[in-house]
């Protein structure tokens, strides 16, 4: 709701404008904290806190009162709200402690949730009920924050690609997303029905009865072919000859953990730490963090968590950190630029990640790491983080793994250098494979040229390896690549040890594994380096996993056929 644009007509009698207000402020509170209990209950109370201030802000007397005697002067509580907030604007502007200035983004969430209320209460608005298919212009990762995401049957949106870092969150949070669905922003209707194939990227709007007994049949052969799958999650995810692969999940809250255990991972090969961020809307203390973190390593020891610094910017963009006016995010000042930027924020999360390190099952990742020097920069502020920690007498792993993530191409092409002055690489192919084919992810209009099995991208993941290997550290790739059955025996072939990717495509991943020999994916991984188009690679790929049975596999072949039958053509 834009408060200075809204269209509203106050009540010509004082009284019950002053009494519409009141209970809109009554529905705002009682949502917000509804919200609060929902989102403390399913990502933890590090999630919830940011629900706190803007409790205590609709219950501050002096807010309540400036706002009914604004309402006496203007006689519109619309233009109340709008005077007051502005005053209270002003104020966390002139603060100069960070952190709370950012709190001003609260005031402004308070207003707007009144605001929508005060409408509603004339406007009778439903809110959000369960089984809701949720359609947007764009699938931005902030939705995630925003949303009653227990209520969410799937995601729509207009615009897109299938690998936005919006995309990539519904997956792992096991949410049908569709982007690129042009017109369906005019064609949708509020209540209608609908069926979205996440698989297929098909929506049906108002379909029959026919249709949706064919849908709900197809739902749940799935459902039981996942508990299949999940019965054998213990089996190791070996070939045939006996090389083992380690399977990890992506998570970013602590609902995720749960789908790291249904599915079996062996650990989390990436913890992104950007949610907790984006739901408060600026950079989180590092009490928060560290509460987060620590609960994620506990929940998963022994098993191995690898916690990467804040990837911001891009598309996931924060207010008051300077990155509105970027005419280009994607090449801006994201990630570890970001964060280099903003050294305090950086040492906030620098010391929560360490003193979560205690139990010696964690790593820590930086992204975009683009060159040595900014390498040796990010380790200087980790060194002068620890060594303020052992002043002040905190435990932490003194051994704590740094890795870095390969996903622009001037640190694949220098990764022996990178390889000597850290712990391990973790190859994040989504932007490794924007970046090398020069095409925008979450743009529709050029997502036919996206392509990880590109062979440009595939020359790049083979440096990498080779810089590991002769710099005996490990290498894994924790990009949406790793769960693409296509990839899983090119990525193995080339020497990938470890797959990190969304919970609920490990055990599909295993099964793929199990049924390839090594030496000749290692065969196939050679002739993919030499394909001239993505389309050879595809070809090389499918016709692996249709000669080792997959497509006559009891769970997995039916849908893996006819992804091979896209790729291949058919026998």
């Not at 809109?24 to 403390?40: K, Y």
């Not at 990502?43 to 609709?58: D, R, S």
């Not at 919006?166 to 949070?173: D, K, N, Q």
């Not at 620098?350 to 390498?375: F, T, Y």
Request: charged share 25%.
């Amino acid at each position: 709701v834009d408060i200075d644009r809204v269209d509203y007509t106050p009540s010509e009698d004082l009284a019950v404008e002053h009494d519409d207000f009141a209970r809109a402020l009554d529905e705002a509170l009682s949502e917000i904290e509804d919200m609060r209990d929902i989102v403390r209950d399913r990502f933890g109370p590090e999630f919830a806190a940011v629900f706190h201030v803007q409790i205590q802000i609709l219950e501050d007397k002096g807010f309540v009162r400036n706002i009914h005697q604004a309402i006496d002067e203007t006689r519109s509580a619309r233009d109340a709200l709008q005077q007051v907030l502005e005053t209270y604007r002003r104020t966390f502007e002139r603060i100069e402690d960070p952190y709370f200035r950012e709190r001003g983004t609260d005031i402004e969430d308070v207003g707007q949730r009144v605001m929508s209320r005060l409408l509603g209460v004339r406007d009778h608005l439903e809110p959000m009920k369960r089984g809701s298919i949720v359609v947007v212009d764009q699938l931005l990762p902030a939705l995630f924050a925003q949303l009653e995401m227990d209520k969410v049957a799937a995601v729509i949106a207009e615009h897109g690609g299938q690998t936005s870092h919006g995309v990539i969150f519904a997956r792992t949070l096991e949410i049908p997303a569709v982007t690129g669905a042009t017109g369906i922003l005019e064609e949708a209707r509020e209540g209608e029905g609908a069926i979205v194939d996440g698989a297929t990227g098909t929506i049906y709007l108002s379909p029959d009865d026919a249709l949706t007994r064919e849908f709900e049949q197809a739902q749940h052969q799935y459902e039981v072919a996942v508990e299949h799958l999940d019965a054998m999650r213990e089996r190791p995810a070996e070939t045939l000859d006996g090389h083992r692969i380690k399977l990890s999940a992506n998570a970013g809250l602590l609902a995720d953990l749960r789908l790291v255990e249904k599915h079996g991972a062996e650990g989390v090969g990436l913890f992104r730490t950007e949610l907790l961020a984006l739901a408060h809307r600026g950079f989180p203390s590092e009490e928060e963090q560290g509460q987060l973190y620590q609960r994620v390593v506990d929940f998963l020891d022994p098993r191995p968590v690898t916690i990467r610094t804040l990837d911001l910017g891009g598309d996931k963009g924060i207010p008051n950190i300077g990155l509105d006016d970027e005419e280009n995010p994607q090449l801006g000042c994201r990630s570890i630029r970001l964060m280099l930027e903003n050294r305090r924020a950086f040492r906030a999360q620098l010391r929560a990640i360490l003193r979560a390190s205690v139990r010696g099952n964690l790593r820590m990742m930086l992204p975009m790491i683009g060159s040595l020097s900014e390498l040796r920069e990010a380790k200087g502020v980790i060194d002068e983080v620890r060594l303020e920690l052992e002043r002040d007498g905190t435990p932490f792993d003194p051994a704590l793994p740094v890795g870095i993530m390969i996903e622009v191409p001037s640190a694949a092409l220098t990764a022996p250098v990178l390889a000597r002055e850290c712990d391990f690489f973790s190859i994040g192919t989504n932007d490794l494979t924007q970046y090398t084919l020069a095409v925008d992810r979450g743009n529709e209009r050029v997502a036919h040229l996206y392509d990880p099995l590109h062979p440009a991208v595939l020359q790049l993941i083979q440096m990498t390896v080779r810089a590991g290997r002769d710099a005996d550290i490990p290498v894994s790739v924790c990009g949406e690549m790793a769960t693409n059955p296509l990839s899983v025996p090119i990525l193995v072939g080339l020497g990938i040890g470890e797959l990190s990717g969304t919970p609920a495509a490990v055990p599909v991943v295993k099964e793929i594994v199990r049924a390839l020999d090594a030496r000749e994916v290692e065969a196939d991984a050679r002739a993919a380096l030499l394909a001239r188009t993505p389309a050879e690679v595809h070809a090389i790929a499918a016709t692996r996993l249709r000669s080792a049975g997959l497509v006559e596999h009891p769970d997995i072949g039916g849908w893996l056929g006819q992804l091979l039958e896209d790729a291949l053509g058919p026998v």
